[in-house]
């Protein structure tokens, strides 16, 4: 059997120290190393970044081992493959010559090749009379046994941050997750508490992150994100220590829920100035009651009424049914009526009907509106007009005990065709100073 010497490449190519290198470590194979050739190729794919080598050459790489006849690249064997460029061509799908001859040159490069040049550069071998090979000229498969080792373990390492990084991943969502919910809960059930300033931070740290993600830069990441959830943790657990001090099995009542899942009095927060004792949470349940039956609501629920003066026919689009949302009307007049919903827009102004619908969410988490009330408004009024009575609640917030409520209230009206939005843009736009035959 022929054993690798040190060679010089064929023609115009020049001889690099680290092909020179390659070849002395490929002399130094000991002939009882084997290993299985497909298990060090698939390491290969793992580390092909660590390698610097491409997809396109490993598969170059895995024709030329296809031609070895063993399955086991062994120490004790002629590792040299010497298939024509038009036989490599076939075994790679068609690639075109001109690309071949430039991934065999970076595998060389990257010293998991060694050429073995014969005298005029073809790629042949010379047999025996009994048909054994005497001599191969082509591609040396020996670098790929002596590295066998090192390949082996930088695919572990690739394999390792590959895992890490998936960990991390996940972590992040689970906190992302936890620390939207956290917020959402406490502005939905009416805390006291800086939480938009939290709601701020979790923006600030979720458009930090990185959008190429590796374990070094996602770490960091992390961190921050799991100090802001538990600064977060901290400020509901005092609230729940304050509202409840005297928490005991006697007090299970408290805990009870009202069955009708639409229940205004389980799906939106009170806000009422000062806080009643039982009689006033009778209250507040036989209200909502009445507003599932139809009723209107009690001067408690809202001091700025709904029932604004009709204008005369014509002036205004009036529904025609209750799946028949009203047609929006002029921006410039919303904008004129509802000024301080202006604020809340991209980059602090509204200039479309997108950036008013996109402020509308940002006003509904701050009002502490629940996602289903406003879904249920967007369905009967329309976005655009959903959005726009979100804009007069908070121009009147002051004058609202339950935001969420008096939406709701609001949708159910209507869906009866009682209530039109032009009143109430009129009224805003008197109450602003702006004479109505302008806001039109």
């Not at 007090?251 to 389980?266: A, F, G």
């Not at 139809?294 to 003066?309: I, L, M, N």
Request: proline share 6%.
């Amino acid at each position: 059997m022929e054993t690798d010497g040190i060679t010089t490449p064929f023609g115009r190519r020049a001889m690099t120290l680290g092909m020179l290198a390659s070849q002395a470590v490929a002399k130094t194979v000991s002939p009882e190393a084997s290993i299985d050739k497909w298990k060090l190729y698939r390491w290969l794919c793992e580390a092909r970044v660590k390698l610097g080598i491409s997809d396109r050459a490993l598969s170059v790489l895995n024709a030329l081992m296809s031609f070895h006849p063993k399955t086991e690249l062994s120490g004790g064997d002629g590792l040299v493959v010497f298939p024509s460029n038009a036989q490599l061509s076939l075994r790679t799908h068609g690639m075109a010559e001109t690309t071949l001859r430039r991934h065999l040159a970076a595998l060389v490069d990257s010293g998991l090749l060694t050429r073995r040049d014969s005298p005029n550069g073809k790629r042949y071998v010379r047999r025996d009379q009994q048909g054994s090979i005497g001599e191969a000229f082509g591609f040396s498969l020996a670098p790929l046994l002596a590295r066998a080792g090192e390949i082996e373990r930088l695919a572990a390492e690739v394999t390792a941050e590959r895992l890490l990084l998936q960990r991390l991943r996940e972590r992040v969502t689970l906190v992302r997750r936890d620390i939207a919910k956290l917020i959402e809960t406490a502005l939905e059930d009416g805390l006291a508490g800086d939480w938009m300033r939290y709601e701020a931070d979790y923006r600030r740290e979720v458009q930090a992150l990185p959008r190429l993600r590796t374990p070094e830069n996602l770490t960091p990441a992390l961190a921050a994100l799991e100090a802001l959830r538990l600064e977060i943790l901290k400020s509901l657990e005092q609230h729940i220590i304050l509202q409840e001090p005297d928490g005991n099995a006697g007090h299970t009542e408290r805990h009870k829920q009202n069955s009708k899942p639409e229940s205004i009095y389980d799906l939106e927060p009170s806000f009422e100035t000062k806080q009643g004792g039982k009689g006033e949470a009778r209250r507040d349940r036989s209200t909502a009651r009445r507003m599932e039956q139809g009723e209107k609501p009690d001067a408690r629920y809202s001091q700025w009424p709904v029932d604004v003066p009709t204008p005369a026919k014509g002036v205004y689009p009036q529904p025609a049914n209750a799946s028949d949302p009203q047609k929006p009307y002029p921006l410039g007049l919303v904008l004129r009526a509802c000024p301080e919903i202006v604020a809340f827009g991209p980059g602090g102004a509204i200039s479309s009907w997108r950036d008013l619908m996109t402020a509308a969410v940002v006003v509904r988490s701050m009002l502490a509106i629940s996602p289903s009330a406003y879904e249920q408004a967007c369905a009967v009024l329309g976005p655009e007009n959903a959005a726009t009575v979100l804009g007069c609640i908070l121009e009147r917030s002051g004058h609202i005990n339950s935001a969420g409520g008096y939406l709701r209230d609001l949708t159910r009206r209507a869906e009866r065709g009682e209530f039109s939005l032009g009143p109430m843009l009129m009224a805003l736009t008197r109450t602003n100073g702006v004479p109505a035959k302008q806001a039109g």
